[in-house]
């Protein structure tokens, strides 16, 4: 778990935007286009939307174009499941232990269908690639 006093910075803008250029350099091979919104649990809509297919990216939501998939955790256990990236075990785990909830999405495709799996997995894993910022003089040991 990470000690930062504010945990929050998954979402912010700079962390958006390293995610979209992220993306678009090195796009996964999902085989299908999807959008996937991933944020924290309790927050009424998705902070961050990943598209995946031709037009790979992140950005914030669009309430024209919800999200096929919505993912919520707490920030700590964002930080937890993406530790060292992020593959199906980890998306498994995150499901079992309900530190990863699906708010928008049928849990029944995830087994059924293997696309589905890669894509959700895909696109955790490079949210999960993204560092924290640096820590801040008030943050840094002394």
């Known amino acids: 778990m990470s000690n930062r006093a504010d945990l929050d910075w998954r979402f912010g803008d700079a962390w958006v935007g390293q995610l979209d250029q992220s993306l678009r350099r090195t796009p996964p091979a999902a085989s299908m286009p999807v959008r996937i919104g991933l944020g924290n649990s309790g927050d009424p ?11 790979p990216g992140a950005g914030p939501p669009d309430p024209a174009r919800p999200p096929e998939w919505d993912l919520r955790a707490r920030p700590e ?66």
């Open 77 to 142: 256990d964002w930080d937890r499941l993406g530790r060292g990236g992020f593959d199906h075990l980890a998306l498994s785990v995150g499901l079992l232990t309900r530190r990863l909830e699906i708010e928008v999405g049928s849990p029944g495709a995830l087994s059924e269908d293997q696309r589905v799996r890669a894509a959700l997995v895909a696109a955790l894993d490079a949210a999960a690639r993204i560092p924290p910022p640096p820590p801040t003089e008030e943050e840094s040991p002394r």
């Open 45 to 55: 809509a998705p902070r961050v939307v990943i598209r995946l297919g031709q037009d």
